[in-house]
């Protein structure tokens, strides 16, 4: 909410600030033409371009209509009154009950001179009469982070699972969905001891055509991407049209873990985004039990429109439980997740708001491009690059096309705010919760689209840690083919066959292409070393010309789309590396026995990636020009 929007209030407020010294008349009259330009309050103004502290602007605007102000760091607010209202309300509409008054009335902070109407509602929401006094925006979020830590925790934790229960990856396997597996592995051990040779050939072949499956659809989906030119391209000329007035309030949510290191980064790569900083929120998410990394981002001289949000302890501790209690706070009208590494195209966040007035209502989110400035460290950083720039140029867009559902990445996606808490935010139990949203959007008949718009990363350079990132995203591919499983008759009814069978041979085509790469070439090599009287016995030669067939157009094909990535992202170098793709996709299946492993014995463990560990420096990014006045010094 606003918190000065009666005309004559601004004026008098801009004025009284001159007067008091706290700022320039030429200050002032800058403040003025740009709330005019930009429909922003006053306040918003003044605060994000470091003009004045909030606590002085709003003593001001509290001295100027009359309304006391509340300090509630030195006056917390009594926890029985709390537990009356809904949290969620308060949060999006900016007041706090704080105590009970003599007369009976209820002392409430907000942080805006009320109108009648919203003070009529507060009322009724209180159920008594009330004092309304004035605080600080961000002194009600720090009262409301106190106060209510654990309902925020479990609401973050739980509120999916409540919510729909069968949507939640918390319980990773239903009872029939585990009969159903049992008795498919009877069925396959029983069949090996009645007919060995032949259920041996059988699962032999079967592996292998389903293995040319999955990768074909890839291709084809590739295909379908790359006959889209730019998806939904956003041309300079669209961006010219958008004016500082029309923009929404945006969120940005950044949650890091044991990320000290590279807060500073991210703080200036957010810095250098091309959006009016009055209409910007920056929510970096910490661990409440993460020292090192608050500290870092307490001494990293964070501009007064981002501010920290710690995450409370408990149960489960991963990524989309904080984006969760982010969720919770975000007053944005869109909101974006960046990781901490995260190098956004400066123009993304209006690119994404010019998509998502092309989309129309039902679009929930739009998800830019990721890539990497690393390309060229080592052999793990150009097949990553090159596998992204086919995945995010290609895949995606070819999804788009075929309108199937498209699994998000982790980061740079862009949500409508009031849509993503209808669909229940991000499923904390689910390592890949990205993806798991993505298709539980799809699933509730929402659509995701894609932008022209990339945003940079650090490619994982180390083999221990590509490989615990990798065997995570499989793990929670796993997971969300289980649990969008669960009700296959309703997915088909919603979802229609068409996306039904794209969900099926994408997220859970993936995982299982990735376990099938292993078995395949060691039968391969097998074939190569065993003599031919004692190999062919097992197996005729028209299975060794199926199987050898269906593992090399497999790989040519995922080889050509690899190709394919580099070429259009004009990284030619790596053309030549994609060559050794099918490496890369053995280090994959490697990684998918552990994800399976780990989905039996540790379904919601999150294993970290540890970011900025890159020898290389990271690349510069260009620095759009502002128009803001440097702020006075004061003593």
């Not at 003025?32 to 002085?56: C, E, F, K, P, T």
């Not at 409370?312 to 007053?331: D, E, H, I, S, Y």
């Not at 020898?615 to 260009?622: K, T």
């Amino acid at each position: 909410m606003q918190p000065v929007t009666d005309v004559r209030i601004t004026e008098d407020v801009a004025d009284r600030m001159v007067a008091k010294g706290m700022i320039t008349a030429a200050q002032r009259d800058w403040a003025m033409a740009a709330r005019a330009r930009s429909r922003s309050s006053l306040s918003a103004i003044l605060i994000s371009s470091g003009l004045v502290g909030r606590h002085d602007l709003y003593e001001v605007i509290a001295e100027a209509t009359g309304i006391p102000f509340c300090d509630l760091s030195q006056e917390p607010p009594d926890p029985k009154l709390l537990a009356q209202q809904d949290p969620a309300r308060l949060t999006r509409d900016g007041w706090i009950p704080v105590r009970e008054l003599p007369d009976g009335s209820v002392l409430v902070a907000g942080d805006h001179a009320p109108e009648p109407a919203v003070l009529t509602s507060i009322r009724q929401a209180v159920g008594r009469p009330v004092t309304y006094h004035l605080t600080t925006d961000w002194d009600v979020r720090a009262a409301l982070q106190r106060s209510l830590r654990t309902v925020i925790a479990d609401q973050a934790s739980l509120g999916l699972w409540r919510r729909s229960a069968t949507q939640s990856a918390r319980k990773a396997l239903y009872p029939r969905q585990a009969v159903g597996l049992l008795a498919a592995l009877a069925a396959v051990i029983v069949a090996f001891i009645v007919w060995p040779i032949g259920s041996l050939q059988t699962l032999s072949v079967s592996v292998s055509v389903l293995f040319l499956l999955f990768v074909s659809f890839k291709f084809v989906v590739c295909m379908a991407g790359a006959r889209r030119e730019r998806y939904q391209a956003v041309t300079p000329q669209d961006l010219a049209a958008l004016t500082e007035e029309d923009l929404p309030v945006y969120t940005v949510l950044a949650p890091m873990f044991h990320e000290a290191n590279v807060v500073g980064q991210l703080v200036t790569n957010l810095g250098k985004l091309d959006y009016p900083v009055t209409k910007l929120e920056v929510l970096l998410l910490l661990e409440e039990s993460d020292a090192e990394t608050i500290a870092a981002a307490n001494a990293a001289g964070l501009p007064p429109w981002m501010s920290v949000i710690l995450v409370p302890r408990g149960q489960p501790q991963t990524k989309p439980k904080a984006c969760n209690v982010g969720l919770f706070f975000a007053q944005g009208d869109h909101l974006v997740i960046f990781d901490a590494e995260d190098k956004p195209d400066p123009d993304q966040l209006k690119k994404a708001v010019v998509a998502f007035r092309r989309g129309g209502e039902r679009m929930v989110c739009v998800q830019a491009a990721l890539n990497y400035w690393n390309v060229y460290e080592n052999f793990l950083t150009r097949m990553f690059t090159a596998e992204y720039s086919f995945w995010f140029d290609y895949m995606l867009p070819g999804l788009d096309a075929l309108r199937l559902p498209i699994p998000l990445g982790g980061t740079s996606n862009h949500f409508r705010t009031d849509t993503l808490r209808r669909l229940g935010g991000w499923d904390p139990f689910n390592v890949t919760e990205d993806a798991d949203l993505g298709i539980r959007a799809a699933a509730e008949g929402y659509t995701v689209g894609v932008i022209n718009s990339t945003t940079f990363e650090e490619a994982n350079a180390k083999f221990g840690n590509w490989i615990r990132q990798r065997s995570r995203w499989i793990k929670g591919y796993m997971q969300t083919t289980l649990v969008h499983a669960r009700s296959p008759i309703r997915l088909v009814r919603v979802c229609g066959v068409r996306q039904s069978l794209g969900f099926l041979l994408l997220v859970a085509g993936t995982p299982l292409s990735f376990l099938f790469v292993l078995p395949l070439w060691i039968l391969f090599v097998a074939s190569l070393a065993i003599p031919a009287p004692i190999f062919t016995e097992l197996y005729p030669g028209w299975w060794l010309w199926l199987g050898l067939f269906n593992l090399l157009a497999g790989n040519s094909l995922m080889i050509y789309v690899s190709m394919m990535g580099a070429f259009l992202r004009q990284r030619y170098g790596l053309v030549i590396w994609s060559l050794l793709n099918p490496v890369y996709w053995l280090l994959h299946s490697l990684a998918s026995y552990k994800a399976l492993w780990q989905l039996i014995t540790r379904p919601h463990y999150w294993e970290k990636t540890t970011h900025g560990i890159s020898a290389l420096p990271a690349q510069p990014s260009p620095v759009p020009a502002g128009d803001v006045p440097q702020p006075r010094t004061r003593g």
